[in-house]
């Protein structure tokens, strides 16, 4: 049974580019979590999606950031214009629809804004 | 205050001891716990959940102590591999967001 798929694994960009980050979560599970680990700080918790709904966005910064989770393929989360301080390691995480409410986490996206 | 706290360490602990990490929560209405291991530039993995009656798998028991608003870990007979940085996670309503203390980091020495 396949983890969490996260792709890119290392992803460059200059500044005011896009970044778009790819998650498939475990077979079976509907629920996706992105999560952004900052250098030298913990996981924050960013958006919460089911298949084509957001459930909660409340870590979300207000501007440039976006998800999606469609009712075909992985879950995106786009960062638009990036900026230096977008650089972090971004993680998603899924949990199954029953009531253990387990997240697990894929292996991340490292993003390096230059 | 931050929701989640956690000692940051680190634990240096020779091979063989026995070590134990505390995480405290602010919102009583907390619904679900868990620990995470993390290794260096890795994703989380899930430890355990906490359950209210207490956890034990082989060397790592957890425990909640919802009076007082914290979690433990206890680690026995801690193994070089067990080096990592320990991260407690609270879920303040089923099925959300887990909020994640800043992690303690644990150095097991030969």
């Known amino acids: 049974n396949a983890g969490v798929m996260q792709n890119p694994r290392h992803l460059v960009r200059r500044r005011g580019q896009e970044a778009r980050l790819r998650c498939s979560p475990m077979?079976?599970?509907?629920?996706v979590y992105w999560y952004r680990q900052l250098p030298e700080e913990g996981l924050k918790f960013m958006v919460y999606?089911?298949?084509?709904?957001?459930?909660?966005e409340s870590g979300m910064p207000k501007e440039r950031f976006s998800a999606e989770f469609p009712k075909e393929g992985p879950s995106i989360l786009r960062i638009q214009q990036v900026v230096r301080g977008d650089s972090a390691a971004y993680f998603c995480?899924?949990?199954?629809?029953?009531?253990?409410?387990?997240?697990?986490f894929g292996p991340g996206t490292r993003l390096t804004v230059t | 205050r931050k929701e989640v706290e956690q000692d940051p360490g680190p634990f240096n602990v020779p091979e063989g001891a026995t070590v134990a990490f505390n995480c405290t929560y602010s919102?009583?209405?907390?619904?679900?716990f868990f620990w995470y291991r993390q290794d260096c530039r890795k994703e989380p993995k899930l430890l355990m959940s906490v359950y209210s009656s207490g956890n034990e798998d082989g060397r790592f028991t957890a425990q909640l102590n919802r009076a007082s608003q914290y979690i433990s870990l206890l680690i026995r007979d801690s193994k070089l591999s067990d080096s990592a940085t320990y991260l407690c996670a609270v879920n303040m309503e089923y099925g959300n967001k887990l909020v994640f203390g800043a992690g303690t980091i644990l150095r097991v020495k030969s």
């Open positions: 077979k079976g599970h509907s629920h």
């Open positions: 999606l089911q298949k084509e709904n957001i459930i909660d």
């Open positions: 995480a899924s949990s199954p629809p029953d009531s253990s409410y387990e997240q697990y």
């Open positions: 919102n009583s209405a907390s619904q679900s």
